[in-house]
């Protein structure tokens, strides 16, 4: 058994998966061993978050990252770090600035400490994680509140004076939405007319078996790339379950006692019933159809997380369904969606 993902798609694209302490402590040997054998690049689910990394104003943990950044050298890995500036498991000490010249500063010593720890190992930072409404405007945030729009551009200027070679990524979900991917073409544009380096835009890929369509998705990859900027998939999954939220598409977090107890909500707590492994294998078909389709604008696809069981859509939006989004069931084993994908080559 020699075939891999990261072997089938080695001209297209890097081909990747979020990971967290069971692998980089290298608790679960099956999940490393999978990881090692079907992916090149990897992404911190969680160790390199500000809440994690920086938890007080003068302390930085950087014990989970450096084994991270060590584990992704020794298998000759593309390594990428997620993420400098995010409003979401932020350290709490930054939610209580309110000042613009302070914040400024913390951000500076945030960025320059850990992109220049890192310098020269770190392929790819993600350097401002979803900045922007669903209608592209600029995001109601700790940040935005006290700084500013300058914020934005302030990161990915810190960014690359720490590390000139790093790839710098701006990374939001939906963005395949016609009015966000506006929104975004407006930030790389007048990043780019300050002369402050972005290299790739980040979507996300959240995606369900009902959408985005993949002409919504075709239009923001061309759409991107004519700015001169590669474009990633850095967090694809594929949610089988019925969406929780509201008709909007509001992302109301709804609690597990809401829907506890009710099947329809958890259709599939054991196996994945075949018709809808063939619904997930052809709706990856399509996708990948697609990466390829435009392989020179794209520059990797990571997936957010190496099998089913360690998916964050287990217990997001809500607590305590069975998803199975990815391409690796919960006993490690290829999926009839990993078979689909491979085939394509
Ligand atoms: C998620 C992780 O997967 C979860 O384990 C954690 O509880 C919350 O964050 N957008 C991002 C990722 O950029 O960092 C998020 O990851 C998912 C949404």
Excluded: C
């Excluded at 850990?114 to 700790?142: C, M, P």
């Excluded at 990915?156 to 720490?162: V, W």
């Excluded at 009902?210 to 004519?226: R, T």
């Excluded at 019925?242 to 809401?258: F, H, I, K, R, T």
């Amino acid at each position: 058994e020699t075939r891999s993902l990261k072997g089938a798609f080695l001209n297209d694209f890097y081909i990747g998966a979020a990971i967290n302490k069971n692998q980089i402590l290298e608790i679960d040997s099956a999940s490393i061993k999978l990881l090692v054998k079907e992916f090149n690049t990897i992404t911190p689910e969680n160790d390199m978050k500000w809440e994690q990394i920086h938890p007080a104003k003068d302390s930085f943990y950087f014990d989970i990252a450096d084994k991270y950044v060590a584990l992704g050298k020794k298998n000759n890995m593309h390594i990428v770090g997620h993420t400098l500036v995010w409003h979401s498991q932020l350290a709490p000490w930054m939610q209580d600035i309110t000042d613009s010249t302070t914040m400024a500063k913390q951000v500076e010593h945030h960025i320059n400490t850990i992109v220049g720890r890192y310098k020269g190992q770190i392929h790819t930072w993600d350097v401002v994680n979803e900045a922007l409404n669903e209608d592209g405007s600029l995001r109601e945030s700790i940040f935005l509140n006290v700084m500013g729009e300058k914020y934005i551009a302030y990161a990915f200027k810190l960014a690359a004076k720490a590390d000139p070679y790093a790839k710098l990524v701006y990374n939001d979900y939906n963005l395949w939405k016609p009015e966000k991917r506006a929104g975004v073409v407006q930030l790389v544009k007048s990043l780019q007319a300050k002369g402050i380096k972005i290299d790739g835009v980040g979507m996300q890929a959240h995606w369900s078996l009902e959408g985005p369509s993949i002409e919504d998705i075709e239009n923001s990859i061309i759409a991107y790339s004519n700015l001169g900027v590669k474009v990633s998939f850095t967090e694809l999954d594929v949610t089988v379950l019925p969406n929780p939220w509201d008709l909007n598409g509001a992302a109301v977090e709804q609690s597990y006692e809401q829907y506890e107890g009710d099947p329809t909500m958890n259709p599939y707590p054991d196996k994945l019933p075949d018709s809808a492994q063939i619904q997930l294998a052809n709706h990856y078909k399509d996708i990948f159809s697609l990466f390829l389709k435009h392989k020179d604008k794209i520059d990797r696809v990571t997936f957010w997380g190496v099998n089913d069981g360690q998916s964050w859509l287990n217990y997001w939006p809500i607590n305590g369904r069975t998803n199975h989004p990815l391409l690796f069931d919960r006993d490690f084993q290829p999926k009839t969606a990993y078979d689909s994908v491979i085939a394509l080559k």
